[in-house]
């Protein structure tokens, strides 16, 4: 059971460029997040998606797409990458609304746009 | 909108002793939950404890616990018997318990140093 996993681990890009990071989980879970960390910040929500094939809008979407064909993976996408989304970025996963809604955390991916 | 504020940005303490983590939120909601994150060096975040605000008691996990004052918006981490894998980045989160909202609000974390 490899939890939640994320490809790349880092990626280097030039402005301008795109770029997809793939999340994965094999829990089954419903929900799945992404969120971007930055120095002296918290976590913050890019986009979620509650279910295969939806998505939806968080804290700072402006930049970024996602899509959720299958349960399993959501990716994330920079379709003309800025210095400013050089971030780590985290994917997250959880199960149907239980008692603690614990997200589940993949090892996150270090992004630098130069 | 909520807020999650972490007002000390680092803190060390010797191992084996007691330490406190400090955090306060604002909400305008009665049930919601709150968290705390580890994260490591290695960057993974790791849930430590998490706590439910329609329970009164506190939340324990092992050498952890948190202390839940509802009307004064806190939720600070006790940490006893500190280990040097207690080292990291200790985030306090937020989430609100009305269905259909996502965000998981974070405060901007707290550095702990393990002194040997």
């Known amino acids: 059971n490899a939890g939640v996993t994320q490809t790349p681990k880092f990626r280097v890009l030039k402005t301008g460029q795109s770029m997809t990071l793939l999340c994965a989980q094999d829990?089954?879970?419903?929900?799945m997040y992404w969120y971007r960390q930055d120095p002296g910040m918290g976590l913050r929500l890019i986009h979620y998606?509650?279910?295969?094939?939806?998505?939806a809008k968080g804290e700072v979407p402006d930049g970024y797409n996602v899509s959720r064909l299958k349960k399993q993976n959501f990716l994330l996408g920079l379709e003309s990458a800025a210095p400013s989304q050089t971030s780590v970025y985290f994917c997250?996963?959880?199960?149907?609304?239980?008692?603690?809604?614990?997200?589940?955390f993949g090892p996150g991916t270090r992004l630098t746009v130069l | 909108a909520q807020t999650v504020t972490q007002s000390q940005p680092e803190m060390s303490v010797q191992e084996a002793e007691t330490v406190t983590l400090s955090c306060t939120y604002d909400?305008?909601?009665?049930?919601?939950?709150l968290f705390w994150y580890k994260q490591p060096p290695s960057r993974q975040m790791i849930l430590v404890i998490r706590?439910?605000?329609?329970?009164?008691q506190n939340a324990t996990e092992n050498r952890f616990s948190v202390n839940f004052q509802k009307a004064a918006k806190s939720f600070s981490l006790k940490i006893s018997d500190s280990q040097l894998g207690d080292a990291a980045m200790y985030f306090c989160?937020?989430?609100?318990?009305?269905?259909?909202?996502?965000?998981?609000?974070f405060g901007t974390g707290t550095r702990l140093t393990i002194i040997p």
């Open positions: 997250a996963s959880r199960g149907r609304p239980s008692s603690y809604n614990e997200q589940f």
């Open positions: 829990m089954n879970h419903e929900y």
């Open positions: 998606s509650v279910g295969e094939g939806t998505t």
């Open positions: 909400t305008s909601e009665s049930d919601y939950y």
């Open positions: 706590q439910e605000a329609y329970k009164q």
């Open positions: 989160a937020y989430r609100s318990a009305d269905f259909g909202n996502e965000k998981l609000t």
